[in-house]
């Protein structure tokens, strides 16, 4: 760690290696929304339904999660940097690939390739940015957090504008950026060290007989349902262009950016992890209802999808703490089995909600995404000992920290990275 100890750094002061993975994390998360202002466009010049165009989510998220699998298993064979460069790689191949697509099903295949490449990269970008930043583990969160929601805020912006040229321009654009990132990488992040034991392609499943941690990942799949049911199909009945798609779903991404950085450590430290938990959730679903009643009301529609940002920004980031903090396993395994569960909903979700639409109305998708996120509160609600418990080890080690412990900090990062801090 690039760290003077009990010297108080910024977390936006750090070295180039950090900036360049953290360029290339804003990309990757601009891949989440990119497409939602140009799925009417490729319905309507590849003639195919709602529900094959929400395939770009599921193929993406789907292979995502089953790659969540076998990307600790890969890390600590080659190490992090060539799985960060693997990633990458892929990323910028599939998005030009997709571009030059003509069909609905070219397309679905290589947002698949990307998922992939997304799947390397997420896994291993964390702990890079953890091992080579300054200002210690609480700092690269922050700077993390930061990456993700700036990600998700630009993405629908950038497919609004290059949308408005042809639907192929965001592929292209998320490429030549990619490719850029890419070139940083290989350039500035230097190789990091293996972890001590190498990871077996089943730890993320025997992991998830932890009950804390299947019940926070069945959770998590649930309110991905609904999260995702949202950014994949609530652009059809919106009836907007491609660039005022971009800008809803702009102001959306950038509340989630803000909420989740700012937000959520507030609402935590007010009312605690679990209580910030089950309140969110439960609003969250009463906003997806409110999309459900309201799906034929143009301004209600956009205003409750955009207040949804608020709902998701919270939750992504106390739901991962949540996760974190239950889990009797290192994190790397604990967070692969996490996004193995979660991005199985969240794939699922949009290709659902077409299939929905198109069998009864445009109303129940949101309706059943409302339940889902219930469902969700109800699942978690048997696992709150668990949760109640790792929130008081959590408090006790915070506490720690605060007197002035650096043994407490420096365990955190070297369990973020899974192996020793280097």
């Not at 003077?4 to 950090?18: D, E, I, L, M």
């Not at 499943?205 to 991905?224: F, P």
């Not at 009945?237 to 959520?264: D, I, K, N, R, Y």
């Not at 709902?311 to 992504?316: A, L, P, Q, T």
Request: neutral net charge; proline residues 5%.
């Amino acid at each position: 760690m690039n760290q003077t100890p009990g010297a108080a750094q910024s977390p936006f002061r750090q070295p180039k290696a950090v900036w360049a993975v953290a360029f290339a994390c804003v990309i990757s998360f601009m891949g989440i929304g990119l497409v939602d202002p140009i799925l009417p466009a490729i319905s309507a010049d590849l003639d195919a339904s709602p529900s094959q165009v929400t395939l770009l989510f599921t193929s993406y998220l789907v292979v995502t999660a089953v790659a969540m699998l076998v990307t600790g298993w890969v890390s600590s064979r080659i190490g992090a940097k060539r799985t960060l460069v693997a990633g990458l790689v892929l990323i910028v191949v599939f998005s030009a690939l997709a571009g030059t697509s003509g069909s609905i099903g070219g397309i679905v295949g290589f947002r698949a390739g990307w998922g992939l490449g997304n799947a390397l990269f997420i896994a291993t970008s964390l702990a890079v940015i953890v091992a080579s930043a300054s200002g210690g583990f609480a700092g690269a969160i922050i700077l993390y957090e930061a990456a993700l929601g700036l990600g998700i805020a630009v993405g629908p912006l950038l497919g609004g504008a290059l949308g408005e040229i042809s639907w192929r321009g965001p592929f292209y654009g998320v490429a030549v950026l990619m490719a850029i990132a890419l070139a940083a990488t290989l350039v500035l992040v230097k190789p990091q060290p293996r972890p001590a034991a190498k990871t077996s392609l089943a730890d993320p499943l025997k992991a998830l007989r932890h009950r804390g941690l299947l019940i926070m990942s069945l959770t998590a799949l649930c309110y991905n349902w609904g999260f995702f049911t949202v950014l994949g199909y609530a652009p059809f009945p919106m009836h907007l262009e491609a660039m005022q798609l971009g800008l809803v779903f702009t102001c959306w991404g950038l509340l989630v950016a803000v909420f989740s950085v700012f937000g959520a450590p507030w609402l935590q430290r007010r009312f605690g992890l679990a209580r910030t938990l089950y309140g969110n959730l439960v609003l969250f679903a009463l906003d997806v209802l409110v999309i459900a009643i309201f799906t034929d009301s143009q301004t209600t529609l956009i205003l409750a999808v955009i207040v949804a940002g608020v709902f998701i920004g919270v939750n992504n980031t106390v739901t991962t703490q949540a996760v974190m903090m239950v889990a009797p396993v290192e994190r790397p395994i604990a967070s692969a089995a996490y996004g193995f569960v979660r991005f199985i909903g969240g794939g699922l979700a949009p290709y659902a909600a077409g299939r929905l639409a198109e069998h009864t109305n445009v109303h129940v998708p949101f309706a059943v995404g409302a339940a889902a996120i219930l469902a969700g509160v109800v699942i978690l609600r048997t696992g709150h000992h668990d949760l109640a418990r790792a929130e008081r080890r959590q408090a006790e080690t915070d506490g720690r920290a605060a007197d002035g412990d650096p043994g407490a900090e420096v365990a955190e990062a070297a369990e973020a990275g899974g192996g020793s801090p280097s």
